[in-house]
């Protein structure tokens, strides 16, 4: 992974905390979770407050996510809310987060002037043993405390103020005021400063859990439609009244379900062409093939006529494996027809010609069961799904594992919000 960590291509954009007072305040938020603070001086959080270091020097990468559920997260500074999540269990922790940070950034900007905060993202299950455990989860909420105490501090002084205004001759309480005076010392003007988080509770909406290796839960206004492994616990037997199951190998299944609920943007001539993603995806197969053939390859330097040449020095590999001259045929009748007759391609080669439909809410999680369902394409699957991005990256011969962060850090990182719009449709907020 070293090569990943020098390209930023995990653990990226990571927000260095090496000030003494706010590793003072982290230490005292992993205290308030029964860990042991942490010996370093210097590390580095995500969104969630999420530390690779600490995760190292601990020697559990799940310290703020025991069980896989009710995530935990410390907050420093307001600036963790344009920071990506690093480590979850949920696609959606980071949605959650950032619903979080917008409902109350004014407590938050407030607080971590002089505190933090920490606490849960509570749900209703403690641990996961089966797929209705997951289907339980409708709505979460954000339990907060403060590493200082601000929180309990705010909410004292409160109390005190309504007493001095209800409570007659209570102003004549030297040791309340007092202790007013010394509370305010700490929480300045309560009636300027707001301290206390507004909305703590919100929608657990559509999502991928890492549980039983990936579950995928769509959420419709009558059903409930949940993808993975036929084998996890609880599959075609938690709740059948409402829930439709279908495995992950299923191509036919998950594509019709998916374009009849509208969230698949089906090929056509209009996006096909302007996005090039056949192209794309017909490169990332090509090269596959090469690595496959010869894994000490230099696929750094190759150029168009180099690979033209190995493709037909390679004919019958290339015709046996079939993806190649399979998107070609494809993008010819894109330019012949503006279209393509969905009903007569193969269902496991369908997913190679469509993305999610851009305006649907599920956009991004729609697009990364099409990674996990097209492989191949390193470049989709880094940007969705991470989690199997690495677990590829592993298998990945040393060669090949160069040319994938050479093309990753040359197309995606330089301008990822014009890469995610170009080839899959998707506007930045």
């Known amino acids: 992974m070293k090569r990943l960590l020098e390209a930023e291509l995990i653990y990226g954009r990571l927000l260095d905390i090496s000030e003494p007072h706010l590793v003072a305040r982290y230490n005292k938020a992993l205290n308030g979770f029964g860990l042991k603070p942490t010996a370093l001086q210097r590390f580095s959080i995500d969104m969630t407050g999420f530390s690779p270091e600490i995760a190292e020097e601990i ?11 009710n995530r935990r997260f410390i907050i420093l500074t307001p600036a963790q809310a344009e920071l990506p999540v690093a480590h979850t269990s949920f696609s959606n922790t980071a949605a959650l987060m950032h619903e979080f940070f917008n409902a109350n950034g004014r407590a938050i900007n407030a607080i971590t002037i002089k505190d933090a905060l920490y606490g849960e993202i509570e749900d209703s299950v403690s641990v996961v043993e089966d797929i209705d455990d997951l289907l339980s989860i409708n709505e979460v909420r954000f339990r907060v405390l403060s590493a200082e105490d601000m929180l309990g501090k705010a909410t ?3 109390e005190l103020v309504d007493r001095l205004k209800k409570v007659p001759n209570a102003w004549a309480d030297d040791a309340m005021l007092d202790r007013m005076v010394e509370l305010a010392r700490t929480t300045g003007d309560i009636r300027q400063n707001v301290l206390v988080p507004d909305e703590l509770v919100f929608r657990h909406e559509a999502f991928w859990a ?4 990936g579950v995928y839960v769509f959420l419709d206004e009558k059903t409930t439609t949940v993808i993975c492994d036929p084998s996890v616990p609880g599959f075609r037997r938690s709740r059948p009244w409402q829930v439709s199951y279908m495995a992950i190998t299923d191509h036919a299944r998950i594509y019709d379900f998916l374009a009849t609920t509208n969230r698949l943007q089906l ?6 062409q302007e996005s090039g993603l ?11 093939l090469v690595d496959a053939a010869d894994p000490n390859a230099d696929l750094m330097n190759v150029d168009r006529i180099w690979l033209q040449t190995w493709i037909h020095r390679n004919a019958a590999l290339v015709a046996r494996d079939g993806i190649y001259p399979f998107l070609q045929e494809m993008a010819r009748a894109i330019a012949a027809t503006g279209t393509v ?3 007569d391609v193969a269902p496991e080669n369908r997913f190679l010609l469509v993305r999610a439909a851009p305006q ?5 999680l729609v697009n990364r069961l099409i990674s996990e369902l097209v492989p191949r394409d390193f470049v989709s699957r880094f940007v969705f799904d991470k989690q199997g991005f690495y677990k590829a990256y592993e298998g990945y011969s040393e060669k090949f594992r160069e040319y994938v962060v050479a093309t990753l850090t040359g197309t995606y990182l330089k301008d990822k919000a014009a890469f995610r719009h170009k080839l899959y449709g998707l506007k930045e907020e």
């Open 360 to 364: 649907h809410p599920d956009q991004w």
């Open 278 to 288: 056949f192209q794309h995806r017909a490169d990332m197969v090509i090269r596959g």
């Open 210 to 213: 890492n549980h039983f290796g």
């Open 341 to 343: 007759r969905m009903q």
């Open 59 to 69: 020697g559990d990468r799940d310290y703020l996510d025991p069980n896989r559920v």
């Open 267 to 272: 090929p056509q001539a209009s996006w096909v």
């Open 156 to 158: 004292e002084l409160r």
